[in-house]
């Protein structure tokens, strides 16, 4: 998998990155963590947070109209600071008890586990099921996920990049941090007993708040 990531999926990402006029990237990224919204919102309530849910709500509605449809992020400039805080299923499973099983590493996926592997595939499913077309049309759900999916991979470069040049064994170093991580980023919404925020470790590219 690290052989297919750094000889085709690391050049494809990184070319989108070049390739891509900045401008329209950063707004095409701002778009889809848009549509994010109404599913960020909805599962602070499963997790009872109703006001974090409110502010979700509150982006949605400035950046889907002084922001352009999202493709500016209005919401977390002034006088609104409203930054993007990322939340999903894969949060909302973690809140109710549901343990991480096994990891993996994915091409354009990255490190991910299997809760959070299904919840993130909940989370791009959601929106279209509830709204339908244009949104559940494979024209555009196909070339959203990839985008998407690409941008993931463009955050977590400088990550890797140096993961792999200064560990003896990557996998375990990638692996090792992303669970730490995760269970740093859920003790923030729902901490448990045991559980603690670790102040010390980097957020996750592209998951922590803007």
């Not at 599962?43 to 352009?68: D, E, H, I, M």
């Not at 930054?83 to 091409?107: D, Q, V």
């Not at 959601?126 to 999916?149: E, H, K, Q, T, W």
Request: hydrophobic letters at 40%; proline letters at 11%.
């Amino acid at each position: 998998i690290q052989a297919v990531d750094q000889a085709v999926i690391g050049p494809v990402s990184m070319g989108y990155k070049s390739g891509m006029p900045k401008p329209l990237r950063l707004g095409l990224r701002n778009f889809l963590r848009n549509l994010e919204e109404p599913v960020i919102a909805f599962n602070y309530l499963l997790q009872l947070k109703p006001g974090r849910a409110v502010k979700s709500v509150g982006r949605f509605a400035l950046n889907s109209t002084v922001g352009v449809g999202g493709l500016v992020d209005m919401a977390k400039r002034k006088p609104f600071n409203l930054p993007y805080t990322p939340n999903g299923f894969p949060n909302t499973f973690a809140c109710y008890g549901i343990g991480p099983g096994p990891y993996f590493f994915l091409p354009l996926v990255g490190p991910t586990t299997l809760r959070d592997l299904i919840g993130v595939g909940l989370d791009r499913a959601a929106l279209p099921a509830v709204v339908g077309a244009p949104l559940s049309r494979p024209y555009y759900a196909i070339p959203a996920n990839v985008v998407d999916s690409l941008n993931d991979r463009i955050d977590i470069d400088d990550q890797l990049k140096e993961i792999r040049a200064n560990s003896a064994d990557p996998y375990v170093a990638t692996r090792e941090l992303y669970l730490r991580q995760r269970r740093s980023e859920i003790a923030t919404i729902c901490p448990r007993k045991g559980d603690k925020i670790d102040p010390t470790l980097p957020p996750r590219p592209g998951k922590g708040r803007d």
